[in-house]
């Protein structure tokens, strides 16, 4: 598994509290008179705090999938009894109404055995079995879920994100119209016919990260310092946005770094952001209009890292900077692609004409 030491420790402890959490928010609300926690909760803990990623994880998933599992499970145990038939059907039951509901949940079929065959406790709760302690218990989990691994930076719920053209346009970004695309993936996992547990978009970007690393293997490293443009046209946070119009216009940018005295970047003045800010005064301060949000890269990063981002449409141009955050240089969209076609034409063998002679 591709998973660091830490990363499994992490998951363990999101574990522990969660359950630890869960069943005490059920013993609150239950006292001594139920469940406080029932056995599916733990292989449910195992997925938000080791998969928070997994489509089988989310919110919707866990808390919707738990409670209908458990009312097909309760309904199952009053018209079929307490059987092996009956649990086999409940289950049956309870993963068609998750694919129906769209909240495929694997710890759901257990909530329906547990339903079925938990004894005479579960027996005597009826359908409040589903909303006390399972919906509890999966609320309880949900509350930690969310809190921990948002504080140790794990997106949860998890949002699988995909680049869209910034143009609003029907053309594809330009880094996926070379290469497979989004319609290639589809067919084929339509051909394959089967679920994985993972976002189709969250696979499209490792197969998009693969890919960057083939690359880079074979076209061999070229470094952002290698390729920057150094003598770079910059701009004090004082400056005006009349004398910034100038500077722009006469040297024909769309984009200027805007600096301290210690050449430690502030941000980037964009030509859309001056005409945007049409309202401000002539003299009013870039540092006013500047972006401050700036994608930065390190001059020994290599330069095939910056191909996503400079291909999305959004960004032209990534300031390097060193480990102080003082202005390198710049690489724009140019660089690069003079660069990779260098490159290529390196690695481009001779023709056969030329090897005869």
Same mark, same amino acid.
């Given at each position: 598994?591709?998973?660091?030491?830490?990363? #499994?420790?992490? =998951?363990? !402890? +999101?574990?522990? &509290?969660?359950?630890?959490?869960? $069943?005490?928010?059920?013993?609150?609300? %239950? *006292?001594?008179?139920?469940?406080?926690?029932?056995?599916?909760?733990?292989?449910?803990?195992?997925?938000?705090?080791?998969?928070?990623?997994?489509?089988?994880? #989310?919110?919707? =998933?866990? !808390? +919707?999938?738990? &409670?209908?599992?458990?009312?097909? $499970?309760?309904?199952?145990?009053?018209? %079929? *009894?307490?059987?092996?038939?009956?649990?086999?059907?409940?289950?049956?039951?309870?993963?068609?109404?998750?694919?129906?509901?769209?909240?495929?949940?694997?710890?759901?079929?257990?909530?329906? !055995?547990?339903?079925? &065959?938990?004894?005479?406790?579960?027996?005597?709760?009826?359908?409040?079995?589903?909303?006390?302690?399972?919906?509890?218990?999966?609320?309880?989990?949900?509350?930690?879920?969310?809190?921990?691994?948002?504080?140790?930076?794990?997106?949860?719920?998890?949002?699988?994100?995909?680049?869209?053209?910034?143009?609003?346009?029907?053309?594809?970004?330009?880094?996926?119209?070379?290469?497979?695309?989004?319609?290639?993936?589809?067919?084929?996992?339509?051909?394959?016919?089967?679920?994985?547990?993972?976002?189709?978009?969250?696979?499209?970007?490792?197969?998009?990260?693969?890919?960057?690393?083939?690359?880079?293997?074979r076209f061999g490293e070229v470094r952002c310092?290698?390729?920057?443009?150094?003598?770079?046209?910059?701009?004090?946070?004082?400056?005006?946005?009349?004398?910034?119009?100038?500077?722009?216009?006469?040297?024909?940018?769309?984009a200027m770094p805007v600096l301290n005295p210690?050449?430690?970047?502030?941000?980037?003045?964009?030509?859309?952001?001056?005409?945007?800010?049409?309202?401000?005064?002539?003299?009013?301060?870039?540092?006013?209009?500047?972006?401050?949000?700036?994608?930065?890269?390190?001059?020994?990063?290599?330069?095939?890292q910056l191909v996503q981002r400079l291909a999305?449409?959004?960004?032209?141009?990534?300031?390097?900077?060193?480990?102080?955050?003082?202005?390198?240089?710049?690489?724009?969209?140019?660089?690069?692609?003079?660069?990779?076609?260098?490159?290529?034409?390196?690695?481009?063998?001779?023709?056969?004409?030329?090897?005869?002679?």
């Amino acid at each position: 598994m591709a998973v660091s030491h830490g990363e #499994q420790l992490l =998951s363990s !402890l +999101g574990v522990l &509290l969660g359950l630890l959490f869960s $069943g005490w928010v059920a013993r609150q609300a %239950l *006292g001594d008179a139920g469940l406080w926690l029932v056995a599916p909760m733990g292989a449910c803990a195992v997925l938000l705090f080791a998969v928070p990623s997994s489509p089988l994880a #989310q919110p919707w =998933s866990v !808390l +919707g999938g738990n &409670l209908v599992t458990a009312l097909v $499970g309760v309904a199952c145990a009053h018209w %079929l *009894g307490h059987s092996l038939l009956a649990a086999g059907v409940a289950v049956a039951i309870a993963l068609v109404a998750m694919f129906v509901s769209r909240c495929l949940h694997p710890p759901g079929g257990a909530v329906a !055995l547990t339903a079925v &065959l938990g004894g005479e406790e579960v027996a005597q709760l009826g359908y409040s079995f589903a909303f006390y302690p399972v919906a509890l218990n999966s609320l309880g989990l949900l509350v930690i879920a969310l809190v921990f691994n948002n504080a140790f930076r794990r997106r949860y719920p998890h949002r699988a994100t995909q680049a869209a053209n910034p143009h609003k346009t029907r053309d594809l970004p330009p880094r996926d119209r070379l290469g497979f695309t989004v319609a290639d993936l589809d067919e084929v996992l339509a051909e394959r016919d089967e679920l994985l547990d993972i976002a189709r978009e969250d696979l499209v970007q490792i197969l998009r990260q693969t890919e960057e690393r083939a690359y880079r293997r074979r076209f061999g490293e070229v470094r952002c310092a290698d390729i920057m443009s150094r003598d770079v046209l910059c701009l004090a946070p004082d400056t005006s946005r009349a004398e910034a119009w100038t500077k722009m216009q006469e040297h024909r940018l769309t984009a200027m770094p805007v600096l301290n005295p210690r050449r430690q970047l502030l941000g980037m003045l964009y030509l859309h952001d001056l005409l945007q800010g049409g309202d401000a005064a002539d003299d009013a301060p870039v540092r006013a209009l500047m972006r401050t949000q700036v994608p930065s890269c390190g001059p020994d990063w290599p330069s095939i890292q910056l191909v996503q981002r400079l291909a999305s449409g959004e960004v032209h141009k990534v300031p390097v900077l060193d480990e102080d955050g003082v202005l390198l240089g710049i690489v724009t969209q140019t660089d690069l692609v003079t660069a990779l076609y260098r490159r290529a034409l390196e690695r481009e063998p001779a023709p056969a004409a030329d090897r005869a002679d």
